[in-house]
């Protein structure tokens, strides 16, 4: 049930140079803060109109490369580029617009407004930042919940859905602006198994059907194995391995086995 346009900007919209071969590239990025050395030269390409999940043990830095990505943040050396365009080579200004066009977020707690009802928390970057019309913005938002099922819950306030139904209220309004990537920020969290599965089966779902490149940061193996494409593991600060997952998960480098199946033994500690 193909809604929108496959979520794929045509190539005069491309940063120069940009092939469409990888929607997000880090080259030899640096962040630190005071002492703590959070990225030491990461070098990873993300693969456009994939999923990729950004995975690591806690504290290796997954959400700041997000905030590199969406210019949150800005490194310390080294270059960050989302379709061809340098982001930290941005203003202020030209990073907005590339927010708004590029980019959809699904937080960890699906971070909605709680005065709003669900279609208005959806509807609010439409309102915000388009000159649609009501009537467009409405329908839009309406199809939007439709996707994810939850239609019938859009005149309800975030203080009646459970966990499960605010983090597919968040994925909707990550939609909203039919970006080309989408972050999502450790989904998978404060849910049991049985709703983590379902969401992974919404965000594949919902993968197939519109397109666009997905970054999933998490620690769940059973997400990453279910709808995991494409794998980057980060630890200390940089990219230890990375590739098609189903290479990974066969791999025979300690790091890479000890992390994804969850083995005692190998180089990775409690520290």
Not at 61 to 77: E, N, Q, Y
Not at 91 to 101: C, M, P, Q, V, Y
Not at 152 to 163: F, K, V
Request: net charge negative.
């Amino acid at each position: 049930m193909a809604i929108f346009e496959e979520r794929r900007p045509s190539p005069e919209q491309w940063g120069e140079g940009w092939d469409g071969e990888y929607a997000i590239e880090f080259r030899d990025v640096h962040k630190a803060y005071g002492r703590n050395r959070v990225l030491d030269g990461m070098t990873l390409k993300i693969p456009a109109g994939r999923i990729t999940m950004l995975m690591g043990p806690s504290g290796t830095g997954k959400s700041v490369c997000v905030a590199h990505a969406i210019g949150l943040t800005r490194p310390d050396s080294g270059d960050v580029l989302v379709e061809g365009v340098s982001v930290p080579s941005l203003d202020d200004h030209e990073l907005l617009a590339l927010r708004k066009e590029k980019f959809g977020v699904l937080f960890q707690d699906g971070a909605l407004f709680s005065s709003m009802s669900v279609l208005d928390n959806v509807a609010f970057p439409l309102r915000h930042n388009t000159d649609k019309s009501e009537e467009e913005i409405v329908e839009i938002a309406r199809r939007r919940l439709e996707e994810v099922g939850l239609l019938e819950a859009a005149n309800l306030a975030p203080a009646e859905l459970s966990g499960g139904m605010r983090k597919r209220a968040g994925f909707a309004r990550a939609l909203a602006m039919d970006p080309s990537i989408v972050f999502f920020d450790e989904p998978d969290s404060g849910l049991d198994p049985v709703r983590t599965a379902l969401l992974c089966q919404l965000i594949q779902e919902v993968h197939e059907d519109q397109g666009g490149t997905y970054v999933v940061v998490t620690h769940d193996m059973l997400s990453a194995r279910r709808i995991g494409e494409h794998i980057a593991l980060l630890w200390k600060g940089r990219i230890v391995a990375d590739g098609p997952a189903h290479e990974l998960f066969s791999s025979d480098d300690p790091f890479v086995r000890q992390f994804l199946n969850g083995e005692s033994r190998g180089p990775l500690g409690m520290d």
